[in-house]
């Protein structure tokens, strides 16, 4: 093995696992501003995908259908996303199905929560 050993080529999948991760970080920094805890150890995020490109597309739900504040949390998520991927188009979908429930919060959550 010489000094031009050049480290191996990463697969275009490998490529979005990782970026996904990343994105899944970032995301876990956007925080439920009435529960005060991320939406991602609250469960609220559903599905994450990544074109490989420049899109991603998130499928999540609020703690309550009605929530007030449902405008606020996915700009947050799409402003979240755009500060570290400032090319990217983000597409939020809201769902209800599955109805979101306490038992979706992740264990982290739970300890962040007290339970």
């Known amino acids: 093995m010489g000094i031009l050993e ?8 490998e490529i979005v696992a990782i970026e996904i991760d990343i994105i899944e970080n970032i995301l876990s920094h956007v925080m439920d ?3 005060e805890i991320d939406i991602v150890n609250l469960g609220l995020i559903y599905e ?5 490109k420049t ?3 998130i499928e999540m739900t609020l703690s309550t259908p009605a929530c ?3 405008d606020a949390i996915v700009a947050n998520v799409k402003e979240s996303i755009k500060q570290k991927y400032t090319d990217f188009v983000v597409n939020v979908k809201l769902v209800f ?3 979101w429930h306490a038992g979706m919060i ?10």
């Open 33 to 35: 501003p009435e529960i």
């Open 106 to 115: 992740t264990e982290a959550g739970k300890v962040m929560l007290g339970m």
């Open 68 to 70: 007030p504040l449902s």
């Open 55 to 57: 899109t991603v597309d």
């Open 48 to 52: 994450l995908d990544y074109d490989g």
């Open 97 to 99: 199905e599955p109805l």
């Open 6 to 13: 050049k480290t191996p080529k990463k697969t275009n999948e």
